[in-house]
């Protein structure tokens, strides 16, 4: 396929009419091709595997296939994709049908078919993200998405922080690296296991203050977006949902993003979160006072939410004033405003009192029904036998608990500023503007799943959805690739199982326990890409080329005997153009160790390393 690739790019170059400034127009060639224009399909002739693959003999005649041509042609194998290219025809979407002829709704965008690994390792870094694959085949993408070697395990409990090779399907995981690499690593083990997903990714906003790179460009992160919630759907049990906290600036975008991956008809809410408890009297046209939580199921037909508690001030209104043996009851009206005149008749009650509906109104229930009901002293007249008669409503027989509305108020499921407090109280950082509260996740994560079940969130942040997860006996699994990971989420984490008593935790009598294990993915090439984007001059990145040389995982095409830095034409590109190209030569597929790979002496894994990947991934959950 390569050599195809090649000879077809090699044969087209000679046409003048397909080349600008060296460069192919993939829309002209595909504009040829569907017209069957006669030079470019002599041309095509010319070589014998193009005309092999292309043409079909169909008794002694050759029919040029155009449309696989042009299927050929339109796969970004072939060419990088570019926003013409998108603007001029759409491109390919599931099952290779154009989004013209698709009847359902969907987001298109420039290299929506691409991969965005977003690194980013400093909480103070704000460099821009790239497309490390934009031009990689299809298989070269699924190398890079292949599982990772995973290192640095650590039990962490309450007497402390321990090395750690075996593991038990009762484990929960703290991972720190790339979120997409670790999605696709999980999937080796956890695929179809996770009953909750609750996610609170970069808003977009251009907030500077995110700890996250919370500006991409609005298509970098529909791209982003899409890469890590396609890998979360597989992960989710057949009975899981997940839900993603979003503001207004994307929250619409993202929600027809995931009726594609998840199915439309898998939308089951969005909630309303009352984010701030006050007005934002400075706000230049609105107060931003809410949040959106998108709520999708992974197969809404076998999706239960579990009822809410019914608060105290609910149970109250329950009252046994006649002292009925069957317990407390509140009472509702006994009458209706669809009117039948069967059910319009006089009552009399008790004291002798005549009661009748109110005009063009009439009872519930039928004469016969209603005698049952007072047979079986299911009507109250009121203490004194002489009020309208109302129908008494028993705790015993309504549900268990509340169905969960879509409107979520800051005394409900707290705001913002308590979650800051809550987090303060805790480890006294400032790294978080807008943390979510642990009564808040509290809810989603007893709404969306059951004690023992595995609770994922793939950007931990301070670690909410982790803390409150143990708290309430769930398992999590939670990944986040900030280097704050050790000083903020694990310390978190570490506190809670010791016993903290912030958040939720005397609300769920929590007082310590349990213990969850820390790894992280084992970076290779990814280590040099870190080094050098903290370059701030040319004796930095002088001070990593050897190593890179020697230790990198370098792309076939690259020629190390051609390279020098001392060479002038390098020195004259800018610093951030000498980044770009060492980045550049270094294989985008070896970012992190294969687990394929594990085995191989090159990469001189300790055997304890490898007895713990060989526990991890063979755990049946």
Request: aromatic residues 10%; hydrophobic residues 35%.
């Amino acid at each position: 396929m390569q050599n195809l690739l090649e000879d077809l790019k090699e044969l087209l170059q000679q046409d003048e009419r397909l080349v600008v400034d060296g460069k192919l127009l993939k829309n002209k060639i595909i504009e040829l091709a569907l017209q069957l224009d006669a030079t470019l399909i002599k041309m095509l002739l010319k070589n014998e595997s193009i005309k092999k693959h292309f043409f079909q003999d169909v008794e002694g005649l050759l029919v040029f296939d155009k449309i696989k041509f042009q299927k050929f042609v339109s796969n970004k194998a072939f060419l990088p994709d570019s926003y013409t290219s998108f603007k001029n025809k759409i491109g390919l979407i599931e099952d290779d049908e154009f989004l013209k002829e698709q009847k359902d709704v969907v987001l298109a965008w420039p290299y929506k078919e691409c991969v965005l690994e977003g690194s980013q390792v400093s909480d103070k870094e704000k460099r821009q993200e790239h497309f490390w694959n934009e031009t990689l085949a299809p298989d070269e993408i699924d190398r890079l998405l292949t599982p990772k070697v995973l290192t640095n395990f650590k039990r962490i409990s309450p007497s402390g922080e321990t090395n750690e090779t075996n593991f038990s399907t009762s484990d929960s995981f703290l991972i720190k690296g790339n979120n997409l690499i670790a999605l696709h690593t999980l999937k080796t083990t956890l695929k179809g296991q996770v009953k909750l997903i609750y996610i609170d990714p970069p808003y977009n906003t251009g907030n500077d203050d995110f700890g996250y790179n919370d500006k991409f460009n609005h298509s970098s992160w529909l791209t982003f977006m899409k890469n890590r919630l396609e890998a979360a759907h597989e992960l989710l049990s057949r009975d899981g949902s997940i839900w993603i906290n979003i503001d207004d600036v994307e929250a619409h975008y993202l929600k027809v993003l995931c009726d594609e991956i998840f199915q439309r008809e898998n939308f089951v809410a969005n909630v309303i979160w009352q984010k701030k408890f006050a007005p934002q009297n400075d706000a230049k046209y609105f107060s931003d006072n809410h949040d959106h939580i998108l709520v999708f199921a992974k197969d809404k037909s076998n999706w239960k939410p579990n009822l809410l508690a019914r608060s105290e001030e609910t149970i109250a209104r329950y009252k046994n004033p006649d002292d009925d043996p069957r317990g407390p009851w509140t009472s509702g009206d006994l009458t209706v405003k669809t009117y039948s005149a069967d059910y319009d008749y006089p009552i009399t009650t008790p004291s002798g009192k005549v009661i009748n509906p109110p005009k063009g109104v009439c009872w519930r229930v039928s004469k016969d029904k209603l005698q049952e009901l007072i047979s079986d002293n299911r009507v109250w007249f009121g203490s004194d036998g002489g009020n309208v008669p109302r129908l008494k409503r028993f705790l015993t027989d309504v549900k268990d608990g509340q169905t969960p509305m879509t409107i979520w108020t800051h005394p409900e499921v707290g705001h913002n500023q308590e979650a800051k407090q809550e987090l303060n109280k805790i480890l006294e950082t400032d790294l978080f503007k807008t943390p979510k509260p642990e009564r808040l996740l509290k809810r989603i994560i007893e709404i969306g799943s059951n004690e023992n079940d595995f609770v994922l969130d793939f950007f931990a942040g301070s670690g909410t959805t982790a803390a409150t997860a143990i708290k309430l006996n769930r398992r999590f699994i939670t990944i986040e690739q900030m280097n704050y990971i050790e000083s903020v989420t694990k310390l978190r984490l570490k506190k809670v199982i010791d016993g903290e008593q912030g958040g939720i935790s005397q609300a769920v009598s929590w007082s310590g326990g349990s213990s969850f294990i820390f790894c992280e993915i084992m970076n290779l090439n990814q280590t040099f890409i870190d080094q050098i984007t903290k370059a701030t001059n040319l004796s930095d990145l002088q001070a990593q080329i050897n190593t890179i040389l020697d230790k990198g995982f370098l792309k076939y095409q690259f020629s190390s005997s051609a390279f020098s830095i001392e060479d002038e034409s390098f020195k004259e590109l800018s610093l951030n153009e000498q980044k770009r190209m060492l980045i550049e030569i270094l294989d985008k597929n070896m970012l992190y160790v294969p687990l394929s790979e594990i085995g191989d002496s090159d990469y001189e894994i300790a055997s304890t390393i490898k007895e713990a990947n060989a526990n991890f991934f063979s755990l049946k959950y």
